[in-house]
């Protein structure tokens, strides 16, 4: 297999050449496959080219490719175009040039790869990964706000690190992406990137990896990085909701939603407490919903097996009993804090955070419409 190793670099003179050697030397483990190291410099004035120039003369599988500085996203791009389209690579491993990605840990990716895997993450927040612990607090709030923004933005919860930029991937996932690729910048690359190579139906998986603190140079990280990342998942938010499935989910909801609140109210009426009012109307929307998503909604996934429908009738109600206990825990605590008057409010509120958690788990769970990771 062709693995090619790109290393964006922007003023890395102190740190490039050991980050060499020490790839050579872990790849030397690697002789069952054809690996090629490509520095994309964005011509940096420290003079890094400049020396890969000189290392190229004694190194025969090193590639330097130069270009104005547009970010890292460009960079990536660039470089991943060339690997590809030039160098015929099979492989992309990315890893940064400051030695916070250890490079004698390529050998656990490329096993990875070997065993079936698209995409292959270095992950510094599953078991047995980590961050430095002289990290400041800002630097640690930025890196790890930054990845729950995007779990909770994405609803992807099985990837714990969106934002690692250790990472091998194999080219047919870029071939598959890259048009969705262009416009993105630093960090929130590498979440399109990832996000993308999931709708691909890419098979992904994180390995744990201790990242560490560079020894020269300045990091790159900015308040910028969450910002950009806002603005991704907004957008993303805004054009995925925007389907004829979310269009179809949001009409059985409303018919639910009707239900639910007729129940409420004519039980509420009769002298029935409002969080077991709610619950009890809950259920009954659950009912309407399942049958009308089941034949609509979801109709491509459409259970029509008699056998099959008591047991994803279940499936489908413990997965719904997220969004029961999020409105009824909304109503009890609204009511108790604020009066029995305002229990309609925080019915409201509760039915929109649970409509959130149902389109969730009823794609993911219920009728698996995307691959799981």
């Given at each position: 297999m062709k693995i090619v190793i790109t290393i964006p670099t922007y003023n890395e003179v102190e740190n490039i050449e050991r980050l060499i050697e020490a790839l050579e030397s872990a790849c030397q483990k690697l002789s069952h496959h054809?690996?090629?190291?490509?520095?994309?410099?964005?011509?940096?004035?420290?003079?890094?080219?400049?020396?890969?120039?000189?290392l190229q003369q004694k190194l025969k599988n090193i590639t330097l490719l130069t270009g104005e500085k547009q970010g890292l996203g460009k960079a990536y791009l660039r470089g991943m175009d060339y690997a590809t389209n030039k160098l015929k690579a099979e492989v992309v491993i990315e890893i940064d040039a400051d030695f916070q990605h250890d490079p004698y840990a390529i050998s656990k990716f490329i096993d990875k790869i070997d065993e079936?895997?698209?995409?292959?993450?270095?992950?510094?927040?599953?078991?047995?990964?980590?961050?430095?612990?002289?990290?400041?607090l800002f630097r640690k709030f930025l890196s790890r706000?930054?990845?729950?923004?995007?779990?909770?933005?994405?609803?992807?919860?099985?990837?714990?690190?969106?934002?690692?930029?250790?990472?091998a991937v194999k080219t047919w996932v870029y071939r598959n992406t890259r048009e969705q690729l262009i416009g993105?910048?630093?960090?929130?690359?590498?979440?399109?990137?990832?996000?993308?190579?999931?709708?691909?139906?890419?098979?992904?998986?994180?390995?744990?990896?201790?990242?560490?603190?560079?020894?020269?140079?300045?990091?790159?990280?900015?308040?910028?990085?969450?910002?950009?990342?806002?603005?991704?998942?907004?957008?993303?938010?805004?054009?995925?909701?925007?389907?004829?499935?979310f269009l179809k989910f949001l009409v059985v909801g409303t018919i639910g939603f009707c239900i639910n609140t007729l129940v409420l109210e004519l039980l509420v009426r009769v002298g029935i407490r409002p969080s077991i009012a709610g619950a009890t109307g809950a259920e009954l929307a659950i009912i309407s919903n399942f049958t009308l998503n089941n034949i609509w909604t979801f109709r491509e996934q459409k259970i029509t097996s008699i056998r099959q429908i008591p047991g994803k009738f279940i499936i489908f109600n413990l997965a719904s009993f997220g969004s029961v206990v999020i409105q009824a825990t909304s109503i009890e605590i609204g009511t108790r804090l604020f009066g029995m008057t305002t229990y309609r409010l925080f019915y409201v509120l509760g039915v929109g955070i649970g409509l959130l958690w149902n389109y969730f788990m009823y794609n993911r769970v219920v009728w698996q419409t995307h691959k799981k990771v």
């Open positions: 054809e690996i090629m190291l490509l520095i994309v410099d964005d011509n940096s004035p420290d003079g890094t080219g400049k020396l890969v120039e000189k079936g895997y698209d995409f292959v993450i270095g992950s510094r927040y599953i078991q047995g990964g980590s961050i430095p612990n002289n990290w400041s706000i930054g990845n729950l923004l995007v779990r909770f933005g994405l609803l992807t919860f099985s990837v714990h690190d969106w934002t690692s930029g250790y990472r993105f910048n630093g960090y929130t690359f590498q979440v399109a990137f990832l996000h993308n190579a999931l709708l691909s139906k890419a098979k992904v998986v994180e390995i744990p990896i201790q990242f560490g603190e560079r020894k020269y140079g300045k990091s790159k990280i900015g308040s910028e990085y969450v910002r950009n990342l806002i603005i991704y998942l907004a957008k993303t938010r805004i054009r995925e909701t925007m389907t004829p499935r």
